[in-house]
């Protein structure tokens, strides 16, 4: 099973992917996981893939896609706010991110939302019902949460925990 998880930088696609990944562990027992540019993708595991780019041969052998969406302000708002540690990423080059998006979210099976991270007892109930689990909302917000309070990785510690959580996501940016 491939997974892709996709979505517009600085809208918590990054947090989708936690949750997935961490749904699949649960489920699974055990899951192949990370950026698409250092992950191999293995037949006999779950694979829980992160990309920002449009990656047409990755879209053609994933089972699910998911991505997510948050407003043009929100996103320009928080690149300039993480600017101030790390300038690589331009806020004016955000309607280009937006015309990026829609290539993943014209493949996407399930569609997050940046307001939906507000109730994260909620937003996790709403993965596990999309991929019919039995697992329990509660345990699966606990690991995330463990998760996002020691990412493990000093480059992420300068971010913002509620989108850059494990310590396998790493960027190019």
Same mark, same amino acid.
């Given at each position: ?67 997510? $969406? ?9 690149? =300039?706010? %993480?600017?101030?540690?790390? +300038?690589? *990423?331009?806020? #004016? ?17 399930? $569609? ?9 007892? =909620?937003? %996790?109930?709403?993965?596990? +019902?999309? *991929?019919?689990? #039995? ?39």
């Amino acid at each position: 099973m491939i997974i892709v998880c996709s979505g517009l930088v600085r809208s918590a696609s990054t947090l989708q992917f936690n949750i997935l990944r961490v749904m699949m562990e649960q489920h699974y027992g055990e899951v192949n996981s990370g950026f698409h540019q250092e992950v191999e993708l293995y037949d006999n595991l779950p694979n829980v893939i992160k990309v920002h780019d449009n990656i047409e041969e990755l879209a053609n052998k994933a089972d699910l896609m998911f991505t997510t $969406i948050r407003v043009r302000v929100g996103v320009r708002d928080s690149i =300039k706010r %993480i600017n101030k540690w790390d +300038d690589t *990423l331009d806020p #004016d080059k955000v309607e280009g991110m937006m015309i990026g998006w829609l290539w993943w979210a014209e493949r996407a099976d399930f $569609i997050q939302t940046y307001k939906e991270t507000h109730n994260m007892h =909620k937003l %996790i109930r709403r993965y596990i +019902d999309f *991929l019919q689990f #039995d697992l329990d909302p509660q345990k699966v917000l606990n690991q995330v949460e463990r998760e996002m309070k020691d990412p493990g990785d000093e480059h992420i510690k300068k971010h913002d925990p509620q989108t850059l959580l494990h310590h396998k996501h790493k960027s190019e940016w």
